[in-house]
Nanobody, 115 residues
């Protein structure tokens, strides 16, 4: 069974940076795409960023220019570098990985941006 485990969340002041990491285990294949989603209190889960095997990226408008997604295909890991953090970035961040018809999710890691 595929398992995704996130790490790197925490509390940060506005303008600060955090780096989230996600490690996949139990898979004998490379995912078509990996990405990050987030869910703030009272909000729907939303896409933050995705990246394909070939390195093609897609970002939500709200994070463009501030967040950078990357992956290591050999290790099946994906990371999210978050710079210039804003209070509205506060949410639970979830790692996601897709392989054709299947989608897998991590347990989530809390990111709180507050003075």
């Amino acid at each position: 069974q595929v398992q995704l485990v996130e790490s790197g969340g925490g509390l940060m002041q506005p303008g600060g940076s955090l780096r989230l990491s996600c490690a996949a285990s139990g898979s004998g294949f490379s995912f078509n795409a990996m990405g990050w989603y987030r869910q703030a209190p009272g909000k729907q889960r939303e896409l933050v960023a995705t990246i394909t095997r070939g390195g093609r990226t897609n970002y939500a408008d709200s994070v463009k220019g501030r967040f950078t997604i990357s992956r290591d295909n050999a290790k099946n890991t994906v990371a999210l570098q978050m710079n210039s953090l804003k209070p509205e970035d506060t949410a639970v961040y979830y790692c996601n990985a897709g392989f054709y018809g299947n989608s897998y999710w991590g347990q989530g890691t809390q990111v709180t941006v507050s003075s």
